[in-house]
């Protein structure tokens, strides 16, 4: 049986951007220090507070799902913070080609059917936790964390299928994460600022540094 993922058909998420566009207007970010991740239109590529899940979502073949813009995939998106506030980075060296030797600071992936929960939250919180288990070999306590922010950029196809759901999980290791997934080679924490700086994080990367940064998270 081919794998399917999660889904929002585009109506919805285009309501849904109508509505973060509304409380954007009514309450502004906080000012900070961070410089935008780049020179693009703001309105294809932002982040902004998650205050609303989507009306509507669908299961659909991962395989069509991946060339088709008239839906978006679920991707829980979550940032590794130590005591100090740094995030914890790593280089692409397998996975989808498109993103391959890019640097991230964001673990996580598309939601599985096996994810399935009896609320939305929940399966993408069951998502985030199997691929922390699966990249990092990390259980972070088992409660649902809230997310921050919706992700999304619009300037590559990869990002135009995508939406992010962005997390904020602290480690209170000794040592850094170590990846058990060859896919990602481990680049230490590395504060904010030099993530929104660096054109080599992905642009993903870059917005949630930027949203934490901000907002002081």
């Known amino acids: 049986m081919e794998s399917e993922v999660l889904v929002i058909p585009q109506p919805y998420w285009s309501a849904l951007e109508t509505v973060m566009t509304d409380d954007s207007a009514r309450s502004p970010a906080k000012a900070g220090k961070a410089s935008p991740p780049d020179e693009q239109d703001p309105h294809a590529a932002w982040s902004r507070a998650m205050k609303h899940w989507p009306a509507e979502t669908v299961w659909l073949r991962r ?8 839906y978006l995939q679920i991707i829980p998106y979550a940032l590794l913070r130590d005591g100090s506030g740094a995030l ?4 692409r060296r397998g996975g989808d080609a498109r993103l391959r030797e890019r640097f991230s600071c964001g673990v996580g992936g598309h939601v599985d059917r096996e994810d399935e929960d009896a609320t939305l ?3 993408v919180w069951n998502a985030l936790l199997r691929e922390l288990g699966e990249e990092l070999n990390w259980q972070p306590p088992p409660e649902p964390h809230q997310p921050l922010a919706w992700i999304y950029e619009g300037v590559s196809p990869i990002g135009r299928v995508h939406a992010g759901l962005l997390y904020l999980l602290d480690w209170r290791g000794a040592e850094p994460p170590r990846s058990v997934d060859p896919a990602l080679a481990g680049m ?4 904010a600022a030099e993530i929104i700086a660096e054109p080599r994080f992905e642009l993903w990367s870059r917005l949630a540094a930027r949203h934490v940064s901000e907002r002081g998270e």
């Open 63 to 70: 395989a069509d799902a991946e060339g088709d813009e008239g």
């Open 88 to 91: 914890w980075c790593y280089r």
């Open 121 to 123: 939250a929940a399966t």
């Open 188 to 191: 230490g924490f590395l504060p």
